[in-house]
């Protein structure tokens, strides 16, 4: 192999003999080399090879302004989430992963805190994406001699989800915001002090999440029924009222439209928690 790049002493670009842009990263690999310059394989520690190159040329690009043990990092923690889960990603991850890492323990180091309003959220809906987040702070803490908060578990879960290839990103993110925003909606109103661990929020909550997903993975139909959602009008007016609350704030904040047959059983699982949750 050959230099093509020298990112920094430890880290350079070359290709491979299938002719496949590679990142190769040894203690010293890069040092006083140039294009061109044969790589010494006793200096090879790591070899990543990655199909898609606009990532290779912004990973190169992050790489010559950040450690590389932010980069190691990375792969570690996609390594197990991939053996450990079976999570397929897309290449991106080790990108925004790596990028994220370095801004994360960059923020620690000035003092600077940014709390994660969706962390519980995402613990319930998305637990093996947390789970990884959990083991990444391990990784990162025990490597950089840091201590970075609970709430990073919860932004390094996110970006496993957004690279996931099983699902589409944005739509993950807007899931979780759409629960987010109607979770919160119902404590305010109601002035709860609810126990996330109870077997009744965890019903209501699966209730939201399922509704998120079918507010954006399916079209409203004119036709459905809305009985039930006659029927709650009348016998739960509180809950009535709170249902179309949040729809006026889902329609407003993401342009989606709840129907009557949803706002129906949102209602039905409002009366559920609230009748099953001591104030």
């Given amino acids: ?26 203690k010293g690999v890069g040092f006083q080399k140039k294009t061109g310059d044969l790589i010494e394989d006793t200096l090879v520690e790591k070899i990543f090879i990655l199909n898609d190159t606009s990532v290779i040329s912004k990973l190169e690009r992050l790489i010559k302004d950040i450690p590389e043990e932010y980069l190691e990092i990375s792969d570690q923690i996609i390594q197990y989430a991939r053996s450990h889960y079976n999570i397929s990603l897309r290449e991106n991850i080790y990108l925004s992963l790596t990028d994220h890492i370095g801004i994360a323990v960059d923020r620690l180091g000035r003092g600077i805190e940014v709390p ?8 319930y809906f998305y637990k093996n994406e947390y789970e990884i987040g959990l083991k990444a702070l391990e990784i990162i803490n025990e490597k950089m001699r840091v201590v970075l908060p609970e709430d990073e578990a919860g932004f390094i879960a996110l970006h496993i989800l957004n690279s996931s290839l099983n699902q ?11 629960s987010h ?16 661990e109870s077997i009744t929020y965890y019903r209501f909550a699966n209730h939201v999440n399922y509704l998120s997903k079918r507010l954006l993975n399916s079209s409203d139909n004119p036709k459905a029924d809305d009985i039930l959602y006659k029927i709650t009008k009348k016998s739960f007016p509180i809950e009535f009222k709170l249902a179309n609350q949040i729809k006026k704030q889902i329609s407003g904040e993401y342009g989606i439209h709840i129907s009557k047959e949803d706002l129906g059983l949102l209602i039905v699982n409002l009366r559920a928690l609230i009748k099953n949750t001591n104030r």
């Fill in 1 to 26: 192999m050959r230099v093509q790049k020298v990112l920094n002493n430890n880290v350079v670009s070359s290709v491979n003999g299938h002719s496949d842009e590679i990142i190769v990263m040894g």
């Fill in 116 to 123: 994660n309003v969706m962390l519980p959220d995402i613990k």
């Fill in 168 to 178: 589409t990103g944005t739509d993950n993110l807007k899931e979780i915001r759409i």
């Fill in 181 to 196: 925003d109607i979770l919160n909606a119902v404590k305010e109103f109601y002035d709860l002090n609810v126990d996330e």
